[in-house]
């Protein structure tokens, strides 16, 4: 029951204003009932602001310290690494995927309530795999897969870099294994920034993903996130290598 019909009026004005308030031009809400909070999920449009009206709260960016001279540089280097036709670098658009993320989970959460008993087929995506998606996907598991190899190799130059300097190696064969340790440790960086790179862009050019779930969404975004930390701990091994052999920067 509802407000209204709990206060009924008793003058016949009130009577006839309380049954049809347009009369005398009393305001009401307009009803619709074609309410249906799927409507965007597929291809949800973001805000031309969305980005900058939430990029304040970036939480992985919130783990950067200002005072660390790697968080600083990698930073600066990420914004040369652009997205697509964007505009945005790597770190922005991964804030913006979340952003869209989190909207498309608050609207299948309401789809779900408003659904009830349809559960799975208000949280699942329409999106079906087509040729130029499975390759494209193939094409970035590829780059994340090169990560393991690429931090591999840099390790095992990095060790024997290390073991030339505590054997007292001649200095030209030290330089020489220093260099071999950089140079490993750059391919472990540029694999890195590929694979989120190549994450990301899948994301932002398929979203919502094929068999998208909430759940799927936020793991990618861990994924490429994790990726980026890669890309990170490389540049850390490589800035530290160079001050073992006094080189220039990157």
Not at 3 to 25: D, K, Q
Not at 68 to 75: A, C, H, Y
Not at 83 to 88: C, N, P, S
Not at 176 to 198: N, R, T
Request: with cysteine.
């Amino acid at each position: 029951m509802s407000y209204r019909e709990l206060h009924v009026p008793t003058s016949p004005r009130l009577l006839v204003a309380w049954l049809w308030p347009n009369r005398f031009g009393v305001p009401t809400p307009e009803k619709s009932n074609s309410f249906d909070p799927t409507t965007n999920l597929k291809n949800p449009q973001p805000r031309v602001d969305s980005y900058n009206s939430t990029v304040s709260t970036d939480s992985y960016l919130s783990g950067f310290r200002s005072d660390d001279p790697i968080d600083v540089k990698f930073r600066q280097l990420c914004q040369n690494v652009l997205i697509l036709d964007t505009g945005r670098d790597i770190l922005q658009e991964r804030k913006m995927l979340s952003h869209q993320a989190k909207k498309r989970k608050r609207r299948v959460i309401m789809t779900t309530n408003w659904r009830r008993g349809h559960q799975k087929n208000a949280a699942a995506s329409v999106v079906k795999w087509t040729p130029i998606m499975k390759k494209d996907y193939e094409i970035y598991k590829a780059k994340v897969e090169a990560i393991t190899n690429a931090r591999m190799q840099a390790e095992t130059a990095r060790l024997l870099a290390e073991d030339s300097i505590n054997r007292g190696e001649d200095i030209t064969l030290r330089e020489m294994k220093l260099c071999h340790a950089m140079d490993y440790q750059q391919v472990w960086f540029d694999a890195a920034i590929e694979a989120a790179k190549g994450r990301i862009e899948f994301m932002h050019k398929y979203t919502p993903l094929p068999c998208y779930t909430p759940k799927g969404d936020k793991g990618h975004i861990q994924a490429a996130e994790s990726n980026l930390e890669s890309a990170k701990d490389a540049l850390r091994a490589l800035e530290m290598q160079r001050e073992a052999g006094g080189n220039e920067e990157l």
